[in-house]
T-cell receptor
Framework: QKEVEQNSGPLSVPEGAIASLNCTYS??????FFWYRQYSGKSPELIMF????GDKEDGRFTAQLNKASQYVSLLIRDSQPSDSATYLC????????FGKGTRLHILP | DAGVIQSPRHEVTEMGQEVTLRCKPI?????LFWYRQTMMRGLELLIY????????DSGMPEDRFSAKMPNASFSTLKIQPSEPRDSAVYFC?????????????FGDGTRLSIL
């Protein structure tokens, strides 16, 4: 059974600080990794994807992948109240598997 | 470009009734996915299609659930008969293909309540 694990939170971070979200996965053969953001009552929206080991930066967001440790993370710099949402980690090999998400709360 | 379009947005019906959820994927996307999301179980993949062909339906909970994709621009998820435990948000998503790391684009979902 392939699994994707995330801490459910809530993770509370002061505005302007760095929010760090973590995800581990069980299938060593996984090739693609995604972070989705989901606001309450809304659908998931893709914010980052990463395929190779290392870091990938896009604006305030940085995705980090370590395939040897089967670990993927998302850093959000200069956190804003609008970043408050649930963040879903997704891992894809032959099909995509989602974690249950981490609730992030940015404190004004 | 239009995104993934789902209908209805909300559905409230009594147990035992047939429920049909509809999805129009993004034009040109070859893969279509049906998910169910609940607080307890998170986002679960029910079934996915590639080029209108069902590839993996191992997530379909039981025979009461069925899904079809008669053409590249339309898919349905049917529950017959419906039960209260089917209450959830059902999302449809599409992607350019199932190969490699193609991300999925989600519709707004159908919030289903079975009384």
């Amino acid at each position: 059974q392939k699994e994707v694990e995330q801490n459910s939170g809530p993770l509370s971070v002061p505005e302007g600080a760095i929010a760090s979200l973590n995800c581990t996965y069980s299938d060593r053969g996984s090739q693609s990794f995604f972070w989705y953001r989901q606001y309450s009552g809304k659908s998931p929206e893709l914010i980052m994807f990463i395929y190779s080991n290392g870091d990938k930066e896009d604006g305030r967001f940085t995705a980090q992948l370590n395939k040897a440790s089967q670990y993927v993370s998302l850093l959000i710099r200069d956190s804003q109240p609008s970043d408050s949402a649930t963040y879903l980690c997704a891992v894809r090999d032959d099909k995509i598997i989602f974690g249950k998400g981490t609730r992030l709360h940015i404190l004004p | 470009d239009a995104g993934v379009i789902q209908s209805p947005r909300h559905e409230v019906t009594e147990m035992g009734q047939e429920v049909t959820l509809r999805c129009k994927p993004i034009s040109g996307h070859n893969s279509l996915f049906w998910y169910r999301q609940t607080m307890m179980r998170g986002l679960e993949l029910l079934i996915y299609f590639n080029n209108n062909v069902p590839i993996d339906d191992s997530g379909m909970p039981e025979d009461r659930f069925s899904a079809k994709m008669p053409n590249a621009s339309f898919s349905t998820l049917k529950i017959q008969p419906s039960e209260p435990r089917d209450s959830a948000v059902y999302f449809c998503a599409s992607s350019p293909s199932t190969l490699g790391g193609q991300p999925q684009h989600f519709g707004d979902g159908t919030r289903l309540s079975i009384l």
